[in-house]
Nanobody
Framework: QVQLVESGGGLVQDGGSLRLSCAASGRTLSSYAMGWFRQAPGKKREVVAAITWNSVNTYYEDSVKGRFTVSRDNAKNTVYLQMNTLKPEDTAVYHC???????????????????????WGQGTQVTVSS
């Protein structure tokens, strides 16, 4: 059984930084593209970042470009999201997910791919105070 466990969330002041981790167990996810998405109360779920299986390509939602960096360590079966210059509007539960296996080993990320996940975690709360 595949499990994804996010960690690293917390309370931080406006302008602060956090580094989220997503550790996978149960199977290797090195062939999967991985995504980070967030859900805030009353708002739609949005994908904020994604990375191809080999880290060649990444995607960032416009509001986080230049502030967030997604990376992965396939040897550790772990994906990261470095979040800098955090803003109150970044407050949300952040989840990581393994993008659908139909997209194994693809070197690109398409909008369609970002909506399809085989596995995802319970999430970690990020709260940015003003």
């Amino acid at each position: 059984q595949v499990q994804l466990v996010e960690s690293g969330g917390g309370l931080v002041q406006d302008g602060g930084s956090l580094r989220l981790s997503c550790a996978a167990s149960g199977r290797t996810l090195s062939s999967y593209a991985m995504g980070w998405f967030r859900q805030a109360p009353g708002k739609k779920r949005e994908v904020v970042a994604a990375i191809t299986w080999n880290s060649v390509n990444t995607y960032y939602e416009d509001s986080v470009k230049g502030r967030f960096t997604v990376s992965r360590d396939n040897a550790k079966n772990t994906v990261y999201l470095q979040m800098n210059t955090l803003k109150p509007e970044d407050t949300a539960v952040y989840h990581c997910g393994a993008i659908h296996g139909a997209h194994y080993y693809k070197d690109y990320l398409s909008p369609e791919m970002l909506t399809e996940y085989d596995y995802w975690g319970q999430g970690t709360q990020v709260t940015v105070s003003s």
